[in-house]
C-alpha cells in the first residue's frame, strides 16, 4: 500500500512567529485519485500545499512526496503545480513560455517541441501559441498555466483553484483534462472554492479548519449523509427524542406533522421507519434526500471564512 501512496503527511505543523498556520495536517493521495482539498479561506490551504511541495519546510511533523522526504529536489521533474496566483512571464509567447519551463523540468528539446504543441492544443491555444501572455485574458492566461503543469507528464500535479476566471466551456474542458488525468495514472490534488466541481470530479476530499483536517469523505459514498423527511400523523416529544438515535448532528427540526433529520447512512432508514411506528406514530411519508457538497462543507466548517 505505502508504495502507491504519492502523498503521505503525518502532524505537519507550520508557526510563523505566534501564528499558528496548520496545526496538524495528517493525509493520504493514492495514485491516480483525485483529491478535493477543502477549507474557508485562512484555513491553512496555501501553506499546507507549500509545505507537501517542499517550497516551506514545516515546524513540526513529517511527510513523504512520490516516496521521497518532503524537500527532495529530485522528485520534482515529476509533479506539476498551477499555483492560484500564479505570475506569468508577460513578454513571452505561450510557445516560449511552455518551452521555457518544459527546460526547468529537464525535458530535452526534442521532447519539448513535441509536448508543447501537444499541450497548447489541449487547452484551446494552438490559434494563440505566438501571442504575448500580456495580451491574454484572464481565462487564457489560466488555460496556459494548466497546460505549464501537465506539460511534464507529471505523477502528480497540484491544481488550485485551476477553474478561476474561465467560462463554462473552460471549466468543462478542466473537468474532461482531469478525467483524463485520472485514467492514465496521475494523481490530482485539487484546491478549489467551486463545490459543484469538485463533487463532480473527485473521488475523496478532506474539510481543513483552523490548520487541521477535520473530516475525510468519500465522493462515492453518501458523503455526509441523508436528509430525511418524515410525514407523519403526531409530532410527540418521544418521537422527537427517540430520532436523535439516528441524527449524525443531532439536529432533528419539525414543522407542522413533518420531521426533518440527517442520517449517516442510508441503512438506517429502516430502523427508522420500524421506531416511528413502534412509537405509535402514523407514518405517512419518509423522503431520503443525499446531501449536496456545499451542505455538508457549511455543516462541517461553518459559514464564516477565518481569515484572509
Request: glycine letters at 10%; aromatic letters at 6%.
Amino acid at each position: 500500500m505505502a508504495e502507491s501512496l504519492l502523498i503521505e503527511a503525518t502532524q505537519l505543523r507550520k508557526k510563523y512567529g505566534d501564528k499558528v498556520a496548520v496545526s496538524d495536517l495528517t493525509l493520504q493521495l493514492g495514485r491516480g485519485e483525485v483529491f478535493g482539498f477543502l477549507g474557508p479561506n485562512g484555513a491553512g490551504k496555501t501553506t499546507s500545499i507549500k509545505m507537501l511541495l517542499g517550497l516551506i519546510r514545516p515546524t513540526s511533523g513529517s511527510g513523504r512526496l512520490l516516496g521521497a522526504p518532503l524537500g527532495d529536489a529530485r522528485v520534482r521533474g515529476r509533479v506539476g503545480f498551477l499555483p492560484e496566483h500564479f505570475r506569468f512571464h508577460d513578454w513571452m509567447t505561450a510557445t516560449e513560455f511552455l518551452d521555457m519551463h518544459g527546460e526547468l523540468y529537464g525535458m530535452d528539446r526534442a521532447s519539448r517541441r513535441r509536448r508543447v504543441p501537444q499541450m497548447l492544443e489541449r487547452v484551446g491555444l494552438s490559434e494563440h501559441a505566438a501571442r504575448r501572455l500580456r495580451t491574454y485574458s484572464k481565462g487564457m492566461l489560466q488555460r496556459a498555466g494548466l497546460a505549464m503543469a501537465m506539460l511534464n507528464k507529471p505523477d502528480l500535479i497540484f491544481l488550485d483553484e485551476p477553474t478561476s476566471g474561465l467560462d463554462p466551456i473552460g471549466r468543462r474542458m478542466v473537468r474532461d483534462v482531469i478525467r483524463e488525468l485520472r485514467e492514465q495514472g496521475t494523481a490530482v490534488f485539487l484546491n478549489s472554492h467551486l463545490l459543484s466541481e469538485v463533487e463532480v470530479t473527485c473521488d475523496r476530499v478532506v474539510f481543513i479548519k483552523n490548520g487541521e483536517v477535520v473530516r475525510q469523505v468519500s465522493l462515492h459514498s453518501t458523503m455526509g449523509g441523508l436528509n430525511v423527511e418524515l410525514r407523519v400523523g403526531q409530532v410527540t416529544r418521544q418521537l422527537i427524542e427517540g430520532l436523535r438515535e439516528w441524527s449524525s448532528d443531532t439536529r432533528v427540526e419539525t414543522s407542522g406533522d413533518r420531521v426533518s433529520l440527517n442520517v449517516t447512512d442510508e441503512d438506517a432508514l429502516p430502523a427508522v421507519a420500524r421506531f416511528v411506528v413502534g412509537s405509535g406514530a402514523e407514518l405517512y411519508a419518509m423522503t431520503p434526500q443525499r446531501m449536496s457538497l456545499e451542505e455538508l462543507f457549511v455543516q462541517i466548517v461553518g459559514s464564516k471564512d477565518e481569515g484572509l
